[in-house]
């Protein structure tokens, strides 16, 4: 829970398949005051260790946040935002969804 004098911090999660959705909430959820937490596409093909201690910093940015927001369109879920979801469930965030259709 954010303190009054510190802004609201959101952790966006889900596919980076959806990288111009993320972009776009990221804005709107910034100009809103929030201060926003998301993962980065980076380049080249992942070594299994590397995209393991990529998930595990995400999880540290979740620890960071208020709120987990969920990018996601068409009701698509992978199994490391599966993952990140639980995570958050379990810590005690909020949790939430840019995609009206997703019931998490």
Request: aromatic residues 4%; glycine residues 8%.
């Amino acid at each position: 829970m954010s303190s009054p004098n510190r802004p609201r911090v959101v952790c966006l999660c889900g596919s980076l398949r959806f990288q111009s959705l993320f972009e776009s909430e990221r804005r709107r959820l910034t100009t809103l005051g929030m201060i926003v937490l998301a993962p980065e596409a980076s380049n080249g093909d992942l070594t299994p260790a590397r995209r393991e201690a990529l998930g595990e910093l995400h999880l540290r940015r979740i620890d960071l946040s208020d709120e987990v927001r969920v990018v996601s369109e068409g009701g698509y879920l992978g199994s490391a935002t599966q993952r990140e979801i639980a995570y958050a469930r379990e810590r005690g965030k909020g949790i939430s969804s840019v995609d009206p259709t997703l019931h998490l």
